[in-house]
């Protein structure tokens, strides 16, 4: 275990949640809200709201049992079991590395404003792709102090662009670019449910600061903290960046924008300022990679503690590093990167990343359910009413944002769930039969 000076700070787990938070989806997300109209910022709205509960949640269950690496494995082990813990560290554990390779492929999507040959050359691509993947693997190999210090470098590299657009684009709004209210054809409510429903996937990782907890200082209340501090952070940059980018760029033009903060930055400072909005995307992907290379990591290393998952994903190198998640990690999140730029691949990358959605959603169903569960295992019976209260409504939003996901993820998803039960029995019958032979 990590000494007391190596372990992450607030402000490190803080970043540990904004950086692997905000990716470069974050950028094409004003984009796609354009077409509803104005009424689209109360998606966002509703969305925070939603995630707020959630984080809620994530901070209570982090304070009742501070010493659980896993996160979401961690809290849904321990208030379901190894069944119901195995199989959400199952899907959570896939959709970390195919999403991993599609933020690969945002941050070479971005550097090729600087570099042109990266849109037009797979080899260049996928060389630059697997740069960033292993790079970030050997930071992190290097133990907790050096993935932090990139986390928040990173984190902080990647706000000044969107502070800058989101603050500084307030003076450059026109009012007649909000109208109409609502463009969607439809009723307001439907406008509302759709757009929080985009906007949703933009609190994923809300979580982050909670699966490293043993490497976290004072975990009880640093984790708690980070991840409120790290909601309230990301909620400011999106919804001041949409009012402002919305403001600044008419709706007809803004909806066919590929790079809708990189317009908004050049109509505020000239076409130059192109460079550094995409520079910031760039940042924005390479620090979510980073976080999350991290998270890919100590979630095998959890699971593996627990004889949940084979021993050798448990080992540590001298810098207490869970170098074998992070290598075996790593190369899947190659391979999948790969399969984008591999011509009868890229169908089958993209099917991936569908079947990945949902099981980013259902761990937080089951942490807001196993909260409840917990607290009523430790006898903690003060504010018991606010409690579950805060856990029906985190279980409601969670049930929403799965089936807001869609029919076709709900099912494919689902499938890949189940995909994991042959692994489960497998993996206890060798603890079993380890058990028989001790």
């Not at 029919?407 to 039960?421: D, K, R």
Request: hydrophobic content about 55%.
């Amino acid at each position: 275990m990590a000494s007391t000076s190596k372990k992450l700070g607030i402000w490190t787990s803080t970043s540990l949640v904004v950086g692997s938070m905000i990716g470069s989806g974050v950028f094409l997300v004003p984009a796609a809200m354009a077409s509803y109209g104005s009424v689209s910022l109360l998606g966002w709205v509703f969305s925070a709201i939603g995630a707020f509960f959630l984080a809620r949640v994530f901070s209570l269950l982090s304070t009742m049992i501070p010493i659980s690496t896993g996160g979401p494995y961690a809290y849904t082990h321990y208030g379901f079991g190894d069944f119901a813990g195995f199989m959400v560290a199952w899907g959570y554990y896939i959709s970390i590395i195919t999403a991993n390779a599609a933020i690969t492929i945002s941050f070479v999507s971005a550097m090729s404003t600087f570099f042109p040959v990266l849109a037009t050359n797979a080899v260049a691509a996928i060389l630059t792709g697997l740069s960033a993947i292993w790079f970030l693997a050997w930071v992190n190999t290097r133990g907790i102090p050096a993935s932090g210090k990139v986390q928040l470098v990173t984190t902080i590299l990647k706000l000044l662009p969107l502070l800058v657009i989101s603050i500084g684009g307030l003076f450059f709004i026109r009012l007649e670019n909000f109208h109409p209210f609502n463009s969607s054809g439809g009723s307001v409510y439907d406008a509302i449910n759709t757009t929080a429903t985009i906007t949703m996937f933009s609190f994923v990782g809300i979580e982050c600061a909670t699966i490293p907890a043993d490497s976290v200082e004072n975990p009880g209340k640093t984790i708690a903290r980070a991840t409120m501090i790290g909601l309230l952070i990301c909620t400011l940059v999106y919804i001041l960046g949409s009012v402002s980018i919305m403001g600044i760029i008419p709706a007809a033009q803004l909806k066919h924008s590929v790079t809708p903060y990189a317009d908004a930055a050049a109509i505020m400072f000239g076409s130059n300022a192109r460079y550094w909005a995409s520079g910031g995307m760039a940042i924005a992907a390479f620090g979510a990679l980073n976080g999350w290379t991290l998270i890919q990591g100590k979630l095998p290393y959890a699971i593996a503690k627990d004889k949940l998952f084979p021993a050798v994903f448990g080992w540590q190198n001298k810098k207490g590093a869970p170098f074998v998640g992070i290598i075996v990690s790593s190369t899947f999140v190659s391979l999948f990167m790969m399969m984008n730029y591999t011509k009868g691949l890229v169908e089958q990358f993209k099917f991936l990343i569908l079947l990945s959605t949902l099981n980013t959603l259902v761990p937080y169903l089951f942490c807001a359910a196993a909260y409840v569960i917990i607290r009523l295992k430790i006898k903690q019976s003060k504010g018991l009413f606010t409690a579950l209260l805060v856990g029906m409504l985190a279980f409601a939003y969670s049930i929403w944002a799965i089936a807001g996901s869609g029919q076709s993820t709900v099912y494919w998803g689902f499938l890949l769930l189940m995909a994991g039960i042959p692994f489960y029995v497998w993996v206890v019958y060798k603890k079993n039969s380890e058990a028989d032979n001790n």
